[in-house]
C-alpha cells in the first residue's frame, strides 16, 4: 500500500515555452499569506505554472451562499493567474466520507454514499450555473484512503502519531497526532505572535478561529474522536477513528491500526500530495477552515515528511445582520433558493462584489447593486457591438494578456486580487465607452472612432471574462443570462421583441413631444414592469434585458 512518486520529465524548452507566456504584470502580483499575516510578492514554485488546493464541500446537503462565495473566490484567483499567462493545476476535494453525512442518511433512510453522491451533483450544478471552472482533479476522500493509511503510518513512523489500543494490547482504531511532538503547531493561525497586515486581516483574526481562539466554535462543531479520553494531550486529533455502532459496515475500512475510517484532516493532506506533489504554491478555503482543520493539516503534511502549501489563503464569510450565514444558525441560503428570484450572472456578482478577505454583507441591497450592474454592463456591450458591427469573437478576448488591460484594473488584481478595484476599473471604462458612443455619428473620422470603440469594448468584455462575467460566454449565453446583449440577440424571440418594444419607444417618445410625460412615464414603467430597462442617450433610446 504504498504511493509511488511519478518521476518528473522537465522538458527544459516547454519551461521556457511557459516562462515566456506570462505576462510581465505577473512579476507585481502581490498576495496575503494566512500563516505570515503579510501580503507579498508571489513567486511561482515552478516557472509559469501555478499548484492550487482548495478545500471543498462536505456533500451532507444543498449548497448554501457561504459554500458558494468560496468556490467563486478561488474561481477569481485562478481566473487571474489564468490571464497572467501562468498553466493552473487546480485541486478542489469532495468530502464524501464523515459523521453529518452518515447521521442524515440515516435519518433519512438512504445508503450514506447515496446522499453523498446526490449532493456532489448539487454542487457541481451550482458550481457550473455560476461560472465557476471545473477543477483540473476534484478527488473524493473515499477514493483515496489507501493514500491516507500510507500518510498515516508515516506520521506513525516519524514519531508523530500513536495508536490507541485497548487492554490487550490491541489497536481500537483511534489514532491520533501527537501535538507535543511537533513545535510548530501553530505557525498557521498562532495570532499573539504575528502582526496585523491591514484592516482586512485585523477581522478576520477577530471573527476567524485559530489556536489563540478556541473553544466551542459554534460554526465547526468538535468532532467526538476529539473529544476521547485516550487523547496524550487535549490538543491531539484524530488521524483515524474507530466506528460508531450506527456506522454501516461498508463505512468502515480495514488498517494497520484497527477498524475505521479517516479523521476529518488527513483527507487533504493525502490528496495534496497526491496530485500536488511536494510543496505547491497556494492551499485555499473559507476562514472557517483557519483552525483546526487547515492547522491541523499542515501539521501532519510536514510531520509525514513532506512540504506543506508556500501561502495559505481564505475567504472571508458571508454575513446576513453581521452574523455567518450558517445552516446550523438557520439563516444560510440555499442556492437554489436564490437563483429562484435572481439570475445566476447576478448572483455570481453579487459573490465576487468585495475581496476575498473581505466579509460580505448580504441583502437584498446586494443584489438590487448587482442586477444595476448587469443593466449598465449588457447595455453598454449591446450598444458598442451594434455601432461596431459586431462582436468580438471569444477567443479574442481569451487571448487579451493582462498586460493589455487598463493600468488601474491590473493594479488592482495584483494588490491581493482587489476585486472591488477592478470592478471600478471596468465601469470606468464603460463610462469612457459611452461617451465614445455619444459622440460617434459627429466624429468625421467614422472608422477610427469606431475602431476606439471597438477597443474599450473588448477591455471591457476581457476584464469582466477575468471575473468570470462576460456576458457573451458560458454559461450565461446558453442561460439566457446574457440578455439582449447574448448569442440570441439575432433570432426570431428577439427580433419579434424589439419591434414591440420599438413601437412602445416611439410612442413614449410622442408623449414626450406633446409634453404628455404622464403618459411616457406610464409607458416606462410598464416596461420596466416586464422587464425591459430602458436608457435615453443622444441617439435615442435604448432597451435591454433586465
Known sequence: MTNTQEPQNINISSVATAVDAVASAAADLKLYDTASHAVSNFTPIKPGQVGMYVCGATVQSSPHIGH??????????????????????FVRNVTDIDDKILDKAAAAGQQWWERAYIYEREFTEAYNTLGVEPSTYEPRATGHMIDMIDLIKQIIDNGHGYVVTDENGNPTGNVYFDVASWPHYGELTHQKQTAVADAASEVADAMGPSVDNTGNDKYNPVDPADMSEDKHDPRDFALWKAPKDSDPLDARWNTPFGTGRPGWHIECSAMSHRYLKDMFDIHGGGLDLRFPHHENEMAQTRAAGYDSAARWMHSAWVTAKGEKMSKSLGNGLSVP????????????????????RSMLEWSDQTLTEAQSAYDRVSNFIERAGAAVGGQPSREEIVSVSADDLPTDFVAAMNDDINVSGASAAIFTAIRSGNTLLSKLADRVDSDVAKDEVRAVLVNVRAMLDTLGLDPLAEPWVSEGAAGAAGAGADSAEHTALDRLVSEQLEERAEARKAKDFARADAIRDALGAAGIAIEDTP???TWTLK
Do not use: C, H, M
Open 68 to 89: 458558494i462565495r468560496a468556490a467563486v473566490a478561488f474561481d477569481v484567483v485562478r481566473r487571474w493567474f489564468e490571464r497572467l499567462g501562468y498553466k493552473v493545476t
Open 337 to 356: 433558493a436564490v437563483l429562484a428570484e435572481n439570475s445566476a450572472w447576478v448572483v455570481r456578482y453579487a459573490l465576487g462584489s468585495v475581496q476575498y
Open 539 to 541: 441617439q435615442g433610446p
